[in-house]
Nanobody
Framework: QVQLVASGGGLAQSGGSLRLSCVAS????????MRWYQQAPGKERELVAT???????NYADSVKGGFTISRDNAKSTVYLQMNSLKPEDTAVYCC?????????WGKGTLVTVSS
């Protein structure tokens, strides 16, 4: 079955960096686009970044210039490099893949940014 396991969250200071990882299994990773979402306290889940199967990327305006999504097909892993972190980046981050119209979600990883 499809599994997505995110890790790398933690506590960072404003202006700091974190790198999130999401290891995928149960499907042919290299054939699918992947997404990172964030859900801040009291807010709805929002799309942060996407990477297509061929490596094309897109970002939410709120993270452009600060976050970078990448993938390693050999490791079935998608990454989110988060630089210049701000307190408003505090959220649970989770990865997502859509296969034949069905979305799959991994358990999120909590990022807390202190001012």
């Amino acid at each position: 079955q499809v599994q997505l396991v995110a890790s790398g969250g933690g506590l960072a200071q404003s202006g700091g960096s974190l790198r999130l990882s999401c290891v995928a299994s149960g499907f042919t990773f290299s054939r699918y686009g992947m997404r990172w979402y964030q859900q801040a306290p009291g807010k709805e889940r929002e799309l942060v970044a996407t990477i297509s199967f061929d490596g094309s990327t897109n970002y939410a305006d709120s993270v452009k210039g600060g976050f970078t999504i990448s993938r390693d097909n050999a490791k079935s892993t998608v990454y989110l490099q988060m630089n210049s972190l701000k307190p408003e980046d505090t959220a649970v981050y989770c990865c997502n893949v859509s296969i034949s119209g069905t979305p799959y979600w991994g358990k999120g990883t909590l990022v807390t940014v202190s001012s």
